[in-house]
T-cell receptor, first 108, second 116 residues
């Protein structure tokens, strides 16, 4: 069975600064890992996924994530945050077990 | 096809009443999932269907919960004798089955249940 953890309830970042939303996983074998974003009153939207191959995965809206097997992490990153990136972010694993979510607040 | 549709968006009911939610997935998707989400938590898996077959049910899905997908298209989630603890957002998602665990889900906006 796989589990994922998001250690931060909330991340605050200034607009234009780089952002990181953390995710760690626990799984036997090769993991499948996903990031989803949830805006208020809207369904979760897929951002990116890691199955195999390059450790750096690029996704929607300029987001990327780095798979790190030694640290069992799959952190979401963006070089320059926008106010419109403010939302709730979920890391998910195999069979779509979701983390508890991290609120991202980007301030202008 | 405009995505995954869920109805009703909001339902307020009294404890002990039955409620039913409907999900219309993306038409070409053969797999349909139900999740429950409470405030401050990520979505919790309830059950999923491959076409009309219900392939997996979570232990979270008590006997009061039942889900169907009779023709492999839309699905319903019924909660009987609702309890206050059932208050949550119920999410539906769909995808095409492929490599296990690698499918991207398309979510509906959810159906919010409030049990008084």
């Amino acid at each position: 069975a796989q589990s994922v953890a998001q250690p931060e309830d909330q991340v605050n970042v200034a607009e234009g600064n780089p952002l990181t939303v953390k995710c760690t996983y626990s799984v036997s074998g090769n993991p499948y890992l996903f990031w989803y974003v949830q805006y208020p009153n809207r369904g979760l939207q897929f951002l990116l996924k890691y199955i195999t191959g390059d450790n750096l995965v690029k996704g929607s809206y300029g987001f990327e994530a780095e798979f790190n097997k030694s640290q069992t992490s799959f952190h979401l990153k963006k070089p320059s945050a926008l106010v419109s990136d403010s939302a709730l972010y979920f890391c998910a694993g195999d069979k779509l077990v979701f983390g508890a979510g991290t609120i991202l607040r980007v301030k202008s | 096809d405009t995505g995954v549709s869920q109805n009703p968006r909001h339902k307020i009911t009294k404890r002990g009443q039955n409620v039913t939610f409907r999900c219309d997935p993306i038409s070409e998707h053969n797999r349909l999932y139900w999740y429950r989400q409470t405030l401050g938590q990520g979505p919790e898996f309830l059950t999923y269907f491959q076409n009309e077959a219900q392939l997996e049910k979570s232990r979270l899905l008590s006997d009061r919960f039942s889900a169907e997908r009779p023709k492999g298209s839309f699905s319903t989630l019924e909660i009987q004798r609702t309890e206050q603890g059932d208050s949550a957002m119920y999410l539906c998602a769909s995808t095409n089955a492929g490599v296990s665990g690698a499918n991207v889900l398309t979510f509906g906006a959810g159906s919010r249940l409030t049990v008084l």
